[in-house]
């Protein structure tokens, strides 16, 4: 079972550089997310989407940038990275619903910006 | 606003000892509750989550989780903490299709 998938594993990208962050799911969920972690702050919400077509912004949306155009993908886009980008990034799907359904999650994107 | 609070942010017990996570909420209606835990490395495993009914719930690898609404919290236990159980632990409360996390507490288990 391949769940949440991110690719990626690891990148080291330089100030002002742009990248894309995969993130693809084969468990057909309509709920896609992605967030970010820093040492103590736990989890922060970037994005999420409902459905393709649909996205909306999460807690921490600056400098990000988000698409879904089918069920399965859910790119997270850094358009001019900085160096408060770096962190670890983590793809998330749930099949949504009330009290939302416990969210799976990919084994995440370290990136670093030098 | 909806909140989760983890009072410990790192926590060391001995292995064959018991183990108790704090985690209190702050949510206006009923809760949606969830713990999770992250090995180094990997991504976010659930343990257990709480919807409604039977006030402790059981999850994965031993470990339980008893909700109190009267105290505003949803404590994670294990009566007996195997070496294997060093990670990162994580309280999440959910509202609407959203997860809200606290910081983790970081579980150390000394030989």
């Known amino acids: 079972n391949a769940g949440v998938t991110q690719t990626p594993k690891f990148r080291i990208l330089k100030i002002g550089q742009s990248m894309t962050l995969q993130c693809t799911q084969d468990?057909?969920?309509?709920?896609m997310y992605w967030y970010r972690q820093d040492p103590g702050m736990g989890l922060k919400l970037i994005y999420y989407?409902?459905?393709?077509?649909?996205?909306d912004k999460g807690e921490v949306p600056n400098g990000y940038n988000v698409s879904r155009s089918t069920t399965e993908d859910f790119p997270l886009r850094l358009e001019l990275a900085a160096p408060s980008q770096t962190s670890v990034y983590f793809c998330?799907?749930?099949?949504?619903?009330?009290?939302?359904?416990?969210?799976?999650f990919g084994d995440g994107t370290r990136l670093s910006i030098l | 606003a909806q909140s989760v609070t983890q009072p410990d942010i790192h926590i060391t017990v001995s292995e064959g000892a018991s183990l108790e996570l704090r985690c209190n909420y702050s949510?206006?209606?009923?809760?949606?509750l969830f713990w999770y835990v992250q090995s180094p490395g990997q991504g976010l495993q659930l343990l257990l989550k709480y919807f409604s009914g039977d006030t402790l719930v059981q999850g994965i690898k031993g470990f339980e989780a008893e909700f109190k609404r009267s105290q505003s919290s949803f404590n994670l236990r294990k009566p007996s903490v195997h070496w294997s159980d060093a990670a990162e632990y994580f309280c999440?409360?959910?509202?609407?299709?959203?997860?809200?996390f606290g910081a983790g507490t970081i579980l150390r288990v000394k030989s």
């Open positions: 949510y206006g209606a009923t809760p949606y």
């Open positions: 468990m057909n969920h309509n709920y």
């Open positions: 999440a409360v959910a509202y609407g299709n959203k997860l809200v």
């Open positions: 998330a799907s749930s099949p949504g619903g009330e009290g939302n359904q416990p969210q799976h």
């Open positions: 989407s409902v459905g393709a077509g649909i996205t």
